[in-house]
């Protein structure tokens, strides 16, 4: 790259091996493509659009015109505060480096369990959003498909399948695809926008601000039967959902250049430009709909209703296309962030069969045995869970509403830690993206409250059995860590040990032709 001289690559080289870690992947991301990695997965046309009935049957029109803005305030407060540790500790699997490093190993061991979760069955969910999408943009219309548990799963084998082959064919074109994913999904998010704004039988901006309550009947029992407040308050969960994911410019931080400046900057802009392309389009599909009370009682399948009663044919199909592949390479990027999660924690030993996991592709400089892993894993999890159910609920509906929480619960433990730890032996060099001791402690303090508000949120009706399966990993984590883990599992290097690790350096570099 024009850009990146020998002294830039040296220094990155030089802050990896200060951390105890060789260079074996391969420095190929631009920091637009550290940015488009979490903007893709982030991707507002797959959670923003599959998840939008959280919003229009809940508190209606005021849920997207005032609950948007709200909710990815909760989601930037996380970035900002992981951008402050990713400039200074600019490693793959970042999270659970930075756990290990401003705490110790058992808190860097549950930050990986945590974010390892739920990566994988956030990688099972995005993909199951972008089944049901086809299902309803083209599947059941033009091919007659009707959903089951082997069309469901087949379909997901295919393009999980797909997105693990093109990760493991090297980061090159992984970036190049996420990159095209960052700017087809602006173009096509202010598509959409246009679209919506031309269809609009009036333009009441006032319904983006008028708070209704369809809980219950009134909203397709999409919430139970609940109070305005906490209808609203639920409704938080559409753009917090949503903005979620961008650990992914962390996770591969050792293949962007120039990382302790890159990766904060592709966190931060990843979510500023998620919250406001994200309330355009929103914004323009409430303004679209031709009456709010209707629009609820369609509950989930809210989006197409709107989209078949106001949209032209042809231009709908168009809008349909471009927003499939969005998701599409929505999880190609999180299968990227998966993998290079398995491959920074097997590096140190953490999971079974660590030393096949952290294994790197001498041709293709990519975790290829992680890749897969990863991708098999989010397959098998839906697989499975769908075949059983707790009550009338599958088991895959609850694991999913744990999913966001376990995942920011490994972005909360390293910020929290932080917190402790800023000017201490464990953290008293910080990188070049530096907010200061005041504005990183604000941020990590909001990040203790987010926190709270998105666990209650989280376990809400119908989800209350997502208080049990948190409580319930919580309790397994720890048996397994006094069990078993915390006599055998040493954690990345740290002191004495990174000094140990030069000759070691040496010869991984020197196995996939870095030098």
Not at 83 to 111: E, V
Not at 191 to 213: I, M
Not at 326 to 334: K, M, S
Request: hydrophobic share 50%; charged share 10%.
């Amino acid at each position: 790259m024009s850009n990146y001289s020998d002294t830039d690559k040296k220094e990155d080289m030089s802050v990896l091996h200060s951390m105890g870690y060789a260079q074996e992947l391969e420095r190929r991301m631009s920091s637009f493509s550290n940015f488009a990695v979490s903007f893709s997965i982030i991707c507002i046309l797959s959670g923003g659009i599959n998840s939008l009935a959280q919003a229009t049957a809940g508190a209606g029109g005021a849920a997207i015109g005032i609950g948007w803005p709200l909710g990815c305030f909760v989601s930037a407060v996380f970035a900002i505060a992981m951008a402050q540790i990713s400039s200074a500790y600019p490693t793959a699997g970042g999270l659970y480096h930075w756990g290990s490093i401003l705490g110790n190993r058992f808190t860097g061991w549950l930050t990986a369990w945590f974010n390892l979760l739920g990566l994988v069955t956030v990688l099972g969910a995005i993909n199951v959003g972008t089944y049901y999408f086809f299902m309803g943009s083209f599947g059941t219309p033009y091919f007659g498909l009707e959903d089951s548990t082997v069309t469901r799963i087949v379909f997901l084998a295919v393009i999980t399948g797909l997105q693990a082959l093109v990760n493991h064919m090297g980061i090159g074109l992984t970036a190049k695809l996420t990159d095209f994913s960052g700017y087809l999904i602006f173009v096509t998010s202010i598509a959409l926008a246009v679209v919506c704004l031309v269809a609009a039988p009036s333009y009441e901006f006032g319904r983006l601000f008028t708070f209704a309550n369809y809980s219950g009947e009134a909203g397709g029992n999409v919430w139970p039967t609940t109070s305005g407040t906490w209808v609203f308050l639920l409704g938080l969960l559409l753009p917090i959902y949503t903005i979620t994911g961008y650990d992914a410019s962390a996770h591969t931080s050792e293949e962007t250049i120039k990382a302790a400046h890159s990766v904060p900057r592709g966190m931060v802009s990843s979510v500023l430009w998620s919250a406001i392309f994200g309330y355009i389009m929103l914004c323009s599909f409430v303004l679209m709909l031709p009456n709010m009370d209707d629009a609820a009682k369609q509950g989930w399948n809210v989006f197409f209703w709107a989209m078949d009663t106001q949209v032209n044919v042809v231009v709908k199909d168009i809008l349909y296309f471009a927003i499939l592949v969005c998701q599409w390479l929505c999880g190609l990027a999180t299968v990227t962030s998966v993998s290079r999660m398995i491959f920074a924690f097997s590096r140190d030993g953490g999971l079974p069969a660590s030393k096949a996991l952290a294994k790197v592709s001498p041709t293709y400089r990519t975790p290829v045995a992680a890749i897969w892993t990863g991708s098999i894993l989010a397959v098998l999890f839906v697989w499975g869970s769908s075949l059983v159910s707790i009550g009338e609920t599958p088991v895959y509906t609850i694991v999913v509403s744990c999913t966001v929480i376990f995942l920011f619960f490994s972005f909360a433990i390293p910020i929290t830690l932080g917190l402790f730890a800023w000017g201490t032996s464990k953290w008293d060099k910080m990188g070049p993206w530096n907010l200061g001791e005041a504005m990183f402690k604000l941020f990590a303090v909001l990040t203790v409250l987010a926190m709270i508000l998105i666990f209650v949120l989280g376990i809400q009706p119908p989800n209350e059995w997502a208080l049990y399966i948190t409580v319930g990993f919580l309790v397994l984590t720890g048996i397994i860590w006094f069990g078993f883990e915390s006599r055998r599992f040493r954690g990345p290097p740290i002191g004495d040990e990174v000094a140990r690790r030069q000759a070691e350096i040496a010869a991984a570099e020197k196995a996939v032709g870095e030098h």
